[in-house]
């Protein structure tokens, strides 16, 4: 492998193009097609706060991520693969997509998947933009992720083009931000992810009697976080339902309503912690700031969702 300009490894070797898609990612299978012609692969990669902004370059192949490899490789990422040249099909959770430049697909790194990439008329090579965020950064249950994973999002088509067009700006453009603003704007542009798909995919993912009422819920939960006694209750009175009609709409979901407050406290606790411009809030000023009412409470939760505590995961973030 050579480094050929600052951020792009270069790779003349189908063992070596392994390892450097297992070190920019996560351990993967890599098939390359017989009668591809001479083999290469180049990675170009960049960062904007916690997301990583990928372009990958090679000739036919088909790439999977296998249960034997989950069990080896832990990594847990939540991608974004969007064509630039060439096709592709992707698989995961059982949905299919067929992509061609411009469109792209959601992909989860803690499941299996598989992608088929190949190059188009004009040249031997496909393009593929990744972009990467670890997936305690992204406030959705599994199960939600799930109904968007492996569903093609068109490029020529409403929000889902507009998101294709801004996603293509990231990769030639590196936004005069600060740590801070870079981590904010990492977040944005993974909410506008989920939010467009969420869009695109709601037919299937969200039962449609319920999506309206839902994101008005959404919407309520996420105003009242601060509010130490948010609860079922009183997000079923504000609601006009009984709390056993909002745990079994939330039910629709996968989740309970508690589990839902808690998470989302987390994740705006994430982001404090992970903020330059917070680095004078204790915290318990920011476990009080979301609506914990204990510290020590606050910690254990952290711990169980991140893996780290609190101030491990700050020192972490400043470094």
């Known amino acids: 492998m050579a480094a050929t300009a600052p951020g792009e490894i270069v790779s003349r070797r189908h063992d070596d193009w392994c390892d450097l898609l297992r070190d920019q990612f996560v351990n993967l299978d890599i098939a390359v097609e017989e009668d591809s012609p001479a083999f290469g692969g180049t990675v170009h990669s960049s960062h904007l706060g916690h997301l990583q902004v990928s372009t990958v370059r090679s000739v036919n192949q088909d790439i999977s991520r ?3 490899l989950l069990r080896h ?4 990422y939540f991608q974004v693969g969007l064509v630039q040249r060439g096709e592709a099909f992707v698989a995961q959770d059982g949905h299919e997509a067929v992509l061609r430049p411009g469109d792209f697909v959601i992909y989860e790194t803690e499941r ?4 088929s990439l190949r190059s188009g008329r004009r040249s031997p090579e496909w393009d593929l933009a990744v972009f990467t965020w670890p997936r305690h950064t992204i ?6 992720t799930a109904s968007l994973t492996g569903r093609p999002l068109r490029g020529d088509q409403g929000m889902t083009g507009v998101l294709s067009r801004m996603l293509a700006d990231l990769l030639g453009t590196r936004p005069s931000v600060g740590e801070s ?3 904010r704007l990492a977040d944005e542009i993974g909410r506008l992810v989920t939010t467009v798909a969420g869009d695109a995919c709601g037919a299937d993912a969200e039962d449609g009697r319920h999506a309206d009422l839902l994101r008005r819920i959404d919407t309520y939960l996420d105003e009242h976080l601060p509010d130490p006694d948010l609860s079922t209750d009183t997000i079923a009175q504000a609601h006009f339902m009984s709390a056993r009609q909002l745990q079994r709409l939330f ?3 996968g989740h309970r309503v508690s589990d839902v407050i808690r998470r989302r406290r987390l994740e705006r606790c994430r982001r404090d912690l992970a903020n330059p411009r917070e680095s004078g809030a204790t915290l318990a000023e920011i476990c009080f700031r979301w609506g914990f009412t204990h510290p020590a409470v606050f910690s254990r939760a952290f711990r169980e969702a991140y893996g780290m505590s609190p101030s491990i995961y700050r020192a972490k973030s400043r470094s």
Not at 73 to 76: F, G, L, M, S
């Open 112 to 115: 299996p998947f598989r992608w």
């Open 73 to 76: 490789d832990r990594r847990h």
């Open 181 to 183: 603003g870079a981590i």
């Open 66 to 68: 296998t249960p034997r």
């Open 139 to 144: 406030d959705l249950h599994a199960g939600d």
């Open 251 to 253: 039910a629709h979901r």
